[in-house]
C-alpha cells in the first residue's frame, strides 16, 4: 500500500514538472512571436497638411477672389451665417481687416467630411508667402501663417542685344534681375548707357513656395562687363549691414546714385547752347532730360534736405530743390505730383521716391529735368564723380578676400557662351555655405 503511494506521487511530480517545462516553452514561443509581429509593423505616415491643417481629415475647396467680392459673399455661399461673418470681421481687425481682400488672390475653404459638409476654416493667401487662417467654429479665432520657402542657389548670364531687361528675357531669367543689378550698379554703371555686347553673369538664390518660383531672394557675386570694363560685386557683412564690394574691397555705394530713375531714354543732354523745344531760341540747358511715361517714379540720388518745393509757371513746373551736403545740390523738374512728406525742410534718402515724372511747366511732353550745382555752379550730372563710403575694414580685409577669391572662381566657372538658359543652371551647394 505504502509502495503503491510513493509511485502515485511520482508519477504527479513528473506530470507537474512535463506541464511546467511545456508551459516556459511555449512562453517563449509566444514572446518571440509577439516580438517578430511588433519588428513587421509598419508605422503609420505623418499626415499630410496644408496651411498646418490635416488635409485627409476634411473637403477642401480652392478658390480665387473675385473683383469687389466681400467675405460675406464667400463664406455665405458655404452656409456661415451673417452673424458668424460679422463676429470673425469684428474679432480678426487686430489680425488682419478683412476689407482688405484683394481680388486676384487664392483662398481655401475646409469643409467636413461627413454629409454635411460644413465650413470649418477659411484660409485667405494675402501673398505668396503668407496666410491667414479662420476658425469659423467655437470662439472663431484668426491667425497668420507662413509658407516655408526654399531657397535654390542659381548662376546666369546674359550679353546686352538690346537692353538689359531683353537680356533677362532672352536667357530665361526673372526679369526682376535687371532691377536688382541696378539697384547693386546704381553707382557705378549708368544703365542708360549699356551698350551691345555689355554682359553680365551672377550669383544668387531663387526663392520656391511650394515647388513654385517666386522671385529672386539675395545675390551674392555679379560681374557686369561694361565697355570692356570688369565691374564686380561681392556681398560682405560689415558695420552691422550687408554691403556691395568691388575686387579691391571699395563699396559699390557712393554718394549719389547715377540716375534719378531707372531703365529710360535720355532725350536732351547737359549743354551752354541748346535750341529750346518751345520757345525755339537757343539758350543753356543746364540739366539732363529723361523721356518717361507720366507718373513713373522719381527718386533722390542722394540724402538730403528738401530746401524748395513750388511751381514755376514758365520753366520748371512743379520742382523740388535738395541740399545734399554743403558743395552739392540737385533739382528735379516738370514733376506731375509729389510723394507724401516730400515737403519743404524734410529730410529724404538716397534712393527714395520724391515725385512723379510730369509735364508741367515749359514742357513739350512728359520727362524729367534733372539738374546737380556744385558749389552754387550747375555741372554735367552725367559726369559727377561723387566720392565712395568706407571700403573693407582693414581687420575684415582677410575675411573679405578669402570670401572674394571664392566668389570670383564660381563666378568664372560660368560659361559666357550664348544660347545657354542660364537662369535655370544650379551651382549646388547651399546659400549659407557661401554667406
Not at 120 to 146: C, H, I, K, M
Not at 218 to 245: K, L, M, S, T
Not at 366 to 378: A, E, I, M, Q, T
Amino acid at each position: 500500500m505504502g509502495r503503491n503511494i510513493r509511485l502515485i506521487l511520482s508519477v504527479i511530480v513528473l506530470l507537474t514538472f512535463a506541464g511546467w517545462s511545456f508551459s516556459c516553452r511555449q512562453t517563449k514561443k509566444n514572446k518571440k512571436t509577439t516580438q517578430i509581429e511588433l519588428d513587421t509593423i509598419t508605422p503609420l505616415p505623418p499626415p499630410v497638411l496644408k496651411y498646418g491643417l490635416p488635409v485627409d481629415s476634411f473637403i477642401l475647396e480652392d478658390g480665387t477672389i473675385r473683383p469687389n467680392q466681400h467675405l460675406s459673399h464667400i463664406l455665405g455661399s458655404y452656409g456661415v451665417n451673417m452673424g458668424t461673418i460679422d463676429r470673425i470681421a469684428k474679432q480678426s481687425k487686430n489680425v488682419f481687416d478683412v476689407r482688405k481682400i484683394k481680388g486676384g488672390n487664392s483662398y481655401t475653404i475646409f469643409q467636413t467630411s461627413d454629409s454635411l459638409a460644413e465650413a470649418r476654416y477659411f484660409v485667405y493667401e494675402n501673398s505668396a508667402t503668407d496666410y491667414y487662417v479662420f476658425e469659423l467654429f467655437d470662439s472663431l479665432r484668426v491667425y497668420r501663417g507662413e509658407k516655408e520657402i526654399e531657397t535654390r542657389l542659381r548662376t546666369a548670364h546674359g550679353e546686352i542685344e538690346s537692353s538689359l531687361w531683353n537680356a533677362m528675357a532672352d536667357n530665361g531669367i526673372d526679369p526682376m534681375m535687371a532691377l536688382r543689378l541696378n539697384d547693386i550698379y546704381a553707382w557705378s554703371i549708368d544703365f542708360f548707357a549699356i551698350q551691345k555686347g555689355d554682359r553680365f553673369r551672377v550669383i544668387y538664390d531663387e526663392l520656391f513656395v511650394d515647388s513654385v518660383s517666386i522671385g529672386i531672394g539675395e545675390i551674392y557675386a555679379a560681374q557686369f562687363d561694361h565697355y570692356g570694363d570688369e565691374n564686380y560685386a561681392f556681398r560682405f557683412y560689415q558695420d552691422e549691414r550687408y554691403d556691395y564690394f568691388d575686387d579691391e574691397g571699395q563699396s559699390l555705394r557712393k554718394a549719389f546714385l547715377k540716375a534719378p530713375l531707372d531703365f529710360f531714354r535720355i532725350s536732351s543732354r547737359f549743354s551752354h547752347s541748346r535750341m529750346h523745344p518751345v520757345l525755339r531760341i537757343r539758350r543753356p540747358h543746364h540739366g539732363v532730360d529723361y523721356a518717361a511715361p507720366k507718373g513713373t517714379p522719381v527718386k533722390s540720388i542722394g540724402d538730403g534736405t528738401v530746401i524748395t518745393r513750388a511751381y514755376q509757371r514758365g520753366g520748371g513746373g512743379n520742382y523740388l530743390k535738395i541740399k545734399h551736403n554743403s558743395v552739392y545740390t540737385t533739382v528735379y523738374m516738370h514733376l506731375s505730383g509729389f510723394a507724401k512728406g516730400v515737403v519743404q525742410g524734410a529730410r529724404v534718402k538716397q534712393g527714395q521716391v520724391i515725385g512723379f515724372v510730369g509735364s508741367t511747366g515749359l514742357s513739350t511732353g512728359p520727362h524729367l529735368d534733372f539738374r546737380v550745382y556744385k558749389n552754387g555752379s550747375p555741372v554735367d550730372p552725367l559726369r559727377v564723380e561723387a566720392p565712395p563710403v568706407e571700403p573693407v575694414d582693414k581687420e575684415k580685409m582677410p575675411e573679405y578676400i578669402a570670401l572674394k577669391d571664392s566668389l570670383m572662381t564660381e563666378l568664372q566657372k560660368i560659361d559666357w557662351e550664348p544660347g545657354v538658359l542660364a537662369g535655370t543652371n544650379q551651382t549646388g551647394g547651399s546659400a549659407s555655405s557661401i554667406q
